[in-house]
């Protein structure tokens, strides 16, 4: 992955640099951050790349940056852009001997996987790429789903600024503008989303764990089903290897770029800018209660009894002292449900 994600930045890169009509041999450079999704819509296992890109290149005159701006590009340019990263791609694979070419007749060659599962994870891998079922009487199976033959959609022509060729796909249709901050934020949002949306995932009458599509397929397939343990087996599939990385940034936005400092801003979060960074147009970095009330809706800025303005005294980390303090929390509460009873007068 590691490799492949190099070769379509170093692509990206070179590409976006030429359409703004400067070279990389002069200095100039651009940066992507990526962020690296394993999951299908339907939770299959199907790794792919939504990339960030500046729509242009930066050159540098005694160290001060100046940006140059590129159109969108051309289908003839996309499908040149495609063609060389189908064939960087495919060499690099072949060298690693993970992709073997067949020799057809005519000269041509036909490529094929060699891969042999070495451990359970990576049959659970190859059974979620393949949409089968991996564990249970039912297993080589393919996994069940629901269709609805109303929702059939017709052959729809291609997607604007897409290209697609021999299993890859390139797609740049999204763009935002400067100003657009609540876009742009949707957009990485999008990016980072999490592989289930909990509100269409169910358990069904016999047991079945069934997950709805946001969108149906053009075949009609609405929902996917699981057995309850082939479901945890998916979502086996669906979690990174250990200490690997989601998210990561290129050029001149990773961290020990030499030009980083010129382009990515620095902020000091004033006491204003923390009243008024939930803000759409707001550059300053979220706080933490902002964060937890844009994340579980927890409003903590103000204090419920006198209305005053909180602010962060200390940070408990210690597991022992915070089930103490929870514990404490848990009786008074019990306290405060069943208040005892006040005293009663005897007669005398």
């Not at 996917?224 to 200490?243: K, N, Q, S, T, Y």
Request: charge should be positive; proline fraction near 9%; aromatic fraction near 4%.
């Amino acid at each position: 992955l590691t490799r492949v994600l190099g070769i379509v930045t170093r692509a990206l890169s070179t590409s976006m640099i030429r359409r703004a009509g400067l070279s990389v041999r002069s200095g100039s450079k651009t940066g992507i951050v990526t962020a690296i999704q394993r999951f299908a819509s339907n939770l299959g296992l199907n790794i792919h790349l939504h990339m960030l890109v500046p729509d242009g290149a930066y050159s540098f005159e005694h160290d001060r940056p100046r940006f140059h701006r590129v159109p969108a590009p051309s289908r003839g340019e996309l499908e040149r852009l495609l063609d060389t990263l189908i064939g960087r791609v495919t060499r690099t694979l072949v060298r690693a001997g993970v992709l073997i070419e067949d020799p057809l007749p005519g000269g041509s060659n036909q490529p094929y996987l060699d891969l042999e599962p070495d451990s359970p994870l990576d049959a659970l891998n190859a059974a979620a790429v393949r949409y089968r079922i991996v564990v249970g009487p039912l297993a080589g199976r393919k996994t069940m789903t629901l269709h609805d033959p109303t929702r059939v959609a017709p052959s729809t022509p291609s997607k604007p600024f897409t290209v697609s060729r021999d299993g890859f796909s390139l797609n740049c249709a999204v763009a935002c503008e400067p100003h657009e901050r609540s876009r742009l934020e949707r957009v990485c949002r999008y990016m980072a989303r999490p592989p289930i949306a909990q509100s269409r995932l169910s358990v069904d009458g016999d047991g079945l764990v069934v997950y709805e599509l946001k969108r149906p397929f053009t075949d009609g397939t609405t929902h996917v089903l699981f057995e309850p343990i082939d479901f945890i087996a998916r979502l086996a599939a669906l979690v990174p290897r250990p200490r690997a990385h989601l998210v990561r940034y290129h050029g001149l936005f990773a961290p020990n770029a030499r030009h980083r400092r010129l382009l990515v801003p620095r902020h000091r979060c004033t006491r204003t800018q923390q009243a008024e960074n939930t803000s759409e147009t707001s550059t300053a970095p979220l706080t933490w209660m902002a964060r937890l009330n844009r994340v579980f809706g927890l409003h903590l800025e103000t204090c419920p009894k006198c209305g005053g303005q909180l602010r962060v005294i200390g940070e408990v980390t210690e597991p022992t002292v915070i089930a103490r303090i929870l514990e404490h929390v848990k009786q008074r509460e019990r306290h405060e449900r069943n208040p005892r009873a006040p005293p009663v007068s005897l007669p005398t």
